[in-house]
């Protein structure tokens, strides 16, 4: 077996390691788990570590289970948080278990069918006919308070220094979650959990939990625990926000022009970090890389690489390509046929925050002159500036130079509502026809 632990080590992707866990993946194949908590129909780049740690087993020649939380999901996660969640009712419980499923669909073959295929669970599948008594007896009885107590999730809440005090509720998660492991390592041999370093506490609870509920047993009752880094920011700032938001993996959420830029903006320091964790480039591709880009910094060069890989992974070559070209349209020489080779929704992405108005069909249809265009809509002050800009060949419609006897008609339209009018070279505005 090829050393799994060494190449996410030299990538940045350990945290905490359970003694055993290195020798286990090199001794032979090993089904292992990560799980991903239902909060939201869809996933953020945050899930992108566990998802790529996941394909990165795959790739190592272990068997990787996904396993969505359908019932732990009806709870919450403790971990990290100081305030109780609010609970999920099952309609939007079941519709973001779905949502999730199908972007882990998207990285693992779950059609697969080789000894080493991913599998997707859900844990509501086997928590949903387990009564409260059997659960209090078969496994609260087998982890004591004091241990539970223990875990840092657990004593930052009850001590105060996060929050108001802790549930039942949440202080039972963790039992739960090390139920899901044993169950796992019971029916499908699965011998490693993983997660983020935020789960440390919840996943050596699994490994106590299988370790006494062998103890009567023939079962040695061995498991491992293994975490990744939660990212962050050089500067300390939260990954995978905006200004707008969660940088997400669905399209709809987030364009593929939106993903692009997130990337192709981050800092040269975090840009080096997130080659090795967020790529599946090997260790000299990287390093020559990183190489190039610290002798002309100024070129971007391990920004555009980065951008490049995570847009096509996540949206595929051709979203890449397109947005590409939206870039290009702000920053370079481009055409109406290029705008209008954009769909909707890259194209309101591209000139997001440019002022815009509203103007009617019918007044386009009798013609709409280019100074109107401008005053009666405030985006230039007079008709005399209009006409000034126009004289200095700095006004532009849909990023083509135009003169004062320009007229705007419905065959400037972009995606058949909207015109993007233009002065000099940084500032845009935005006709929509209505």
Same mark, same amino acid.
């Given at each position: 077996?090829?050393?799994?632990?060494?190449?996410?080590?030299?990538?940045?992707?350990?945290?905490?390691?359970?003694?055993?866990?290195?020798?286990?993946?090199?001794?032979?194949?090993?089904?292992?788990?990560?799980?991903?908590?239902?909060?939201?129909?869809?996933?953020?780049?945050?899930?992108?570590?566990?998802?790529?740690?996941?394909?990165?087993?795959?790739?190592?020649?272990?068997?990787?289970?996904?396993? =969505? *939380?359908?019932?732990?999901?009806?709870?919450?996660?403790? &971990?990290?948080? %100081?305030?109780?969640?609010? +609970?999920?009712? /099952? !309609?939007?419980?079941?519709?973001?278990?779905?949502?999730?499923?199908?972007?882990?669909?998207?990285?693992?073959?779950?059609?697969?069918?080789?000894?080493?295929?991913?599998?997707?669970?859900?844990?509501?599948?086997?928590?949903?006919?387990?009564?409260?008594?059997?659960?209090?007896?078969? =496994? *609260?009885?087998?982890?004591?308070?004091?241990?539970?107590? &223990?875990?840092? %999730?657990?004593?930052?809440? +009850?001590?105060? /220094? !996060?929050?108001?005090?802790?549930?039942?509720?949440?202080?039972?998660?963790?039992?739960?979650?090390?139920?899901?492991?044993?169950?796992?390592?019971?029916?499908?041999?699965?011998?490693?959990?993983?997660?983020?370093?935020?789960?440390?506490?919840?996943?050596?609870?699994?490994?106590?939990?299988?370790?006494?509920?062998?103890?009567?047993?023939?079962?040695?009752?061995?498991?491992?625990?293994?975490?990744?880094?939660?990212?962050?920011?050089?500067?300390?700032?939260?990954?995978?926000?905006?200004?707008?938001?969660?940088?997400?993996?669905?399209?709809?959420?987030?364009?593929?022009?939106?993903?692009?830029?997130?990337?192709?903006?981050?800092?040269?320091?975090?840009?080096?970090?997130?080659?090795?964790?967020?790529?599946?480039?090997?260790?000299?591709?990287?390093?020559?890389?990183?190489?190039?880009?610290?002798?002309?910094?100024?070129?971007?060069?391990?920004?555009?690489?980065?951008?490049?890989?995570?847009?096509?992974?996540?949206?595929?070559?051709?979203?890449?390509?397109?947005?590409?070209?939206?870039?290009?349209?702000?920053?370079?020489?481009?055409?109406?046929?290029?705008?209008?080779?954009?769909?909707?929704?890259?194209?309101?992405?591209?000139?997001?925050?440019?002022?815009?108005?509203?103007?009617?069909?019918?007044?386009?249809?009798?013609?709409?002159?280019?100074?109107?265009?401008?005053?009666?809509?405030?985006?230039?002050?007079?008709?005399?500036?209009?006409?000034?800009?126009?004289?200095?060949?700095?006004?532009?419609?849909?990023?083509?130079?135009?003169?004062?006897?320009?007229?705007?008609?419905?065959?400037?339209?972009?995606?058949?509502?909207?015109?993007?009018?233009?002065?000099?070279?940084?500032?845009?505005?935005?006709?929509?026809?209505?």
């Amino acid at each position: 077996m090829r050393n799994l632990v060494a190449e996410l080590q030299w990538r940045g992707l350990v945290h905490d390691i359970m003694p055993g866990t290195e020798e286990q993946l090199l001794k032979e194949p090993t089904s292992a788990y990560i799980g991903f908590d239902p909060t939201s129909d869809s996933l953020h780049i945050g899930s992108l570590v566990p998802i790529i740690i996941l394909m990165h087993l795959r790739r190592f020649g272990h068997k990787p289970y996904a396993l =969505v *939380g359908g019932a732990t999901g009806m709870i919450g996660d403790p &971990s990290g948080k %100081s305030n109780e969640r609010n +609970l999920l009712d /099952e !309609a939007t419980l079941a519709k973001n278990v779905e949502g999730i499923k199908k972007i882990l669909s998207r990285f693992l073959d779950f059609e697969a069918t080789d000894a080493q295929a991913p599998v997707l669970v859900n844990n509501y599948d086997w928590m949903k006919d387990f009564s409260f008594i059997n659960f209090a007896r078969d =496994v *609260g009885k087998r982890i004591t308070v004091n241990y539970m107590m &223990s875990k840092d %999730s657990v004593k930052k809440r +009850l001590t105060g /220094e !996060a929050g108001e005090g802790m549930s039942f509720t949440e202080f039972t998660y963790q039992l739960i979650q090390g139920y899901d492991f044993y169950h796992l390592y019971k029916n499908h041999n699965c011998l490693l959990q993983m997660g983020g370093s935020d789960q440390w506490g919840n996943i050596t609870t699994g490994t106590e939990l299988i370790r006494r509920m062998s103890v009567d047993t023939e079962d040695e009752g061995k498991a491992y625990a293994m975490t990744c880094p939660l990212i962050t920011k050089a500067d300390g700032s939260k990954f995978g926000k905006s200004e707008k938001g969660n940088i997400w993996l669905d399209g709809d959420k987030t364009s593929a022009y939106e993903f692009y830029q997130f990337w192709l903006n981050t800092t040269d320091v975090d840009a080096e970090k997130y080659i090795k964790i967020f790529t599946f480039l090997e260790k000299e591709t990287i390093e020559s890389l990183i190489a190039q880009h610290q002798e002309a910094p100024h070129t971007r060069l391990l920004q555009k690489k980065l951008a490049e890989e995570l847009t096509t992974m996540i949206h595929g070559k051709e979203e890449l390509e397109n947005a590409i070209k939206a870039s290009n349209i702000l920053f370079g020489n481009s055409s109406a046929e290029d705008l209008k080779s954009l769909n909707e929704q890259t194209f309101l992405a591209v000139f997001d925050g440019v002022p815009q108005a509203e103007v009617s069909r019918s007044e386009i249809e009798a013609g709409y002159s280019i100074v109107d265009a401008f005053v009666k809509n405030e985006f230039l002050a007079s008709g005399n500036e209009t006409r000034r800009a126009l004289k200095e060949n700095a006004v532009a419609v849909n990023k083509a130079k135009v003169k004062e006897d320009y007229v705007i008609s419905l065959a400037d339209l972009i995606n058949s509502k909207y015109i993007l009018l233009q002065k000099g070279k940084k500032n845009y505005y935005l006709l929509k026809a209505i």
